[in-house]
Nanobody, 116 residues
Framework: QVQLVESGGGLVQPGGSLRLSCAASRSIFYVYSMGWYRQAPGKQRELVATITSSTNTRYADAVKGRFTISRDNAKNTVYLQMNSLKPEDTAVYYC??????????WGQGTQVTVSS
């Protein structure tokens, strides 16, 4: 099973930007769908964005126009560019494949805190 490691989180002021990375332990070329999810304190994990192998993307309404998901199959990496960050974007962000998600397998995630 592919291993995924998220990175790039941190503390940023409202209106700022961050780029998250998700590095896979092996090729993701044939992985149909990969996604970013987030979980804020006291809330359920929610979908942020997904990208298919044909680079079709889908976004949660809360992040449309501000976040961009992309994938670099040559580097086995999926990215999440986050712009115009808001305090309500504060959460632990996870990336995952559909197969891992179905099996309940998640990585450690990366913490994003938006605060002045």
């Amino acid at each position: 099973q592919v291993q995924l490691v998220e990175s790039g989180g941190g503390l940023v002021q409202p209106g700022g930007s961050l780029r998250l990375s998700c590095a896979a332990s092996r090729s993701i070329f044939y992985v149909y769908s990969m996604g970013w999810y987030r979980q804020a304190p006291g809330k359920q994990r929610e979908l942020v964005a997904t990208i298919t192998s044909s680079t079709n993307t889908r976004y949660a309404d809360a992040v449309k126009g501000r976040f961009t998901i992309s994938r670099d199959n040559a580097k086995n990496t999926v990215y999440l560019q986050m712009n115009s960050l808001k305090p309500e974007d504060t959460a632990v962000y996870y990336c995952n494949t559909e197969a891992r998600k179905i099996q309940g397998v998640w990585g450690q995630g990366t913490q994003v805190t938006v605060s002045s």
